[in-house]
């Protein structure tokens, strides 16, 4: 997968609304300003969404440069924390529900104590 070829060892949510015509400067701006965090810093994977849940960016610096990400889901959307104004660090497995349109924060799938015993 990418983080294999690209060498992702984190990936950082930037919950809330993005403004998805922004390039990699207007992105890597957003990463400082508003998150306080520093864009430069090498297999980082900062993911954008904008109002439109069928569609996210990924800014990714790779030593010597940029290299920025675009995903549009043919048929369905994601499920993008909007509450927050935070930046939110996401594991692998988070990772992964979020590329199949699952909120990688707060999961709807939860466990079930049943009242009943058969």
Not at 87 to 98: C, D, G, N, P, V
Request: glycine share 10%; net charge positive.
């Amino acid at each position: 997968m990418l983080e294999d070829a690209a060498g992702i060892r984190r990936v950082v949510l930037a919950c809330g609304f993005v403004d998805l015509r922004k390039g990699i400067d207007g992105l890597a701006q957003i990463v400082g300003a508003r998150y306080d965090l520093n864009p430069f810093v090498k297999g980082t994977l900062f993911l954008f969404c904008g109002r439109r849940s069928d569609r996210i960016k990924g800014l990714l610096w790779m030593g010597n440069g940029f290299l920025l990400l675009y995903k549009r889901f043919e048929d369905g959307s994601l499920s993008w924390p909007r509450t927050q104004e935070e930046a939110a660090e996401l594991t692998e497995e988070q990772f992964r529900l979020l590329m199949l349109g699952l909120n990688p924060i707060e999961p709807k799938i939860k466990d079930v104590q049943p009242n009943k015993v058969c």
